[in-house]
T-cell receptor, first 115, second 113 residues
Framework: GAGVSQSPRYKVAKRGQDVALRCDPISGHVSLFWYQQALGQGPEFLTYFQNEAQLDKSGLPSDRFFAERPEGSVSTLKIQRTQQEDSAVYLC?????????????FGPGTRLTVT | GNSVTQMEGPVTLSEEAFLTINCTYTATGYPSLFWYVQYPGEGLQLLLKATKADDKGSNKGFEATYRKETTSFHLEKGSVQVSDSAVYFCALSADQAGTALIFGKGTTLSVSS
């Protein structure tokens, strides 16, 4: 079956531009996560949805970052007025249920470069 | 707070050598523990997991045992292959915050023939 997909795979933005990153989770997965992975580091949690409800956004680094999942399926991560420090790979993951024993399936990521 | 510490890399081995990548964790309650692998040019994929103390996760010849007494989840493989060259991430999922994964920094493994 289809895995988690993300688009675009690569995005170059000029400093100050707004960007929108899309995630299509595995069908039927309740939980959806966004992570940020800086070069040479492990992924770091940004935000989490259970269906359409955003239950935790404690990892979002600033109020320039905004995420939504309006129908409990596709999710969009938006970054306003991009800065160079936003350059990273943004990973989306989905999980069947909201419990720690369930595996998270990762998408290929969107590599954002801010120039 | 919850955290994961894994050994620094890179780890360079010859084919058929024994592999150990150390991972220790700090967490409240009873987390689940995972090893994820990222092959060159590919996304993160689950290698193995353990959800309670003394569980052993295994896959593709890799093993790791959930040791609560030493708060460890070391990854081992008896005989590595060139195709095992990748970045390995240890991670935990706690009973809080929507079960978001907390990752270590990753260990790069390079296997030569």
């Amino acid at each position: 079956g289809a895995g988690v997909s993300q688009s675009p795979r690569y995005k170059v933005a000029k400093r100050g531009q707004d960007v929108a990153l899309r995630c299509d989770p595995i069908s039927g997965h309740v939980s959806l996560f966004w992570y940020q992975q800086a070069l040479g580091q492990g992924p770091e949690f940004l935000t989490y949805f259970q269906n359409e409800a955003q239950l935790d956004k404690s990892g979002l680094p600033s109020d320039r970052f905004f995420a939504e999942r309006p129908e409990g399926s596709v999710s969009t991560l938006k970054i306003q007025r991009t800065q160079q420090e936003d350059s990273a790979v943004y990973l989306c993951a989905s999980s069947l249920r909201d419990f720690r024993i369930y595996e998270q399936y990762f998408g290929p990521g969107t590599r954002l470069t801010v120039t | 707070g919850n955290s994961v510490t894994q050994m620094e890399g890179p780890v360079t081995l010859s084919e058929e050598a024994f592999l150990t990548i150390n991972c220790t964790y700090t967490a409240t309650g009873y987390p689940s523990l995972f090893w994820y692998v990222q092959y060159p040019g590919e996304g993160l994929q689950l290698l193995l997991k353990a959800t309670k103390a003394d569980d052993k996760g295994s896959n593709k010849g890799f093993e790791a045992t959930y040791r609560k007494e030493t708060t460890s989840f070391h990854l081992e493989k008896g005989s590595v292959q060139v195709s095992d060259s990748a970045v390995y991430f240890c991670a935990l999922s706690a009973d809080q915050a929507g079960t978001a994964l907390i990752f270590g920094k990753g260990t790069t493994l390079s296997v030569s023939s």
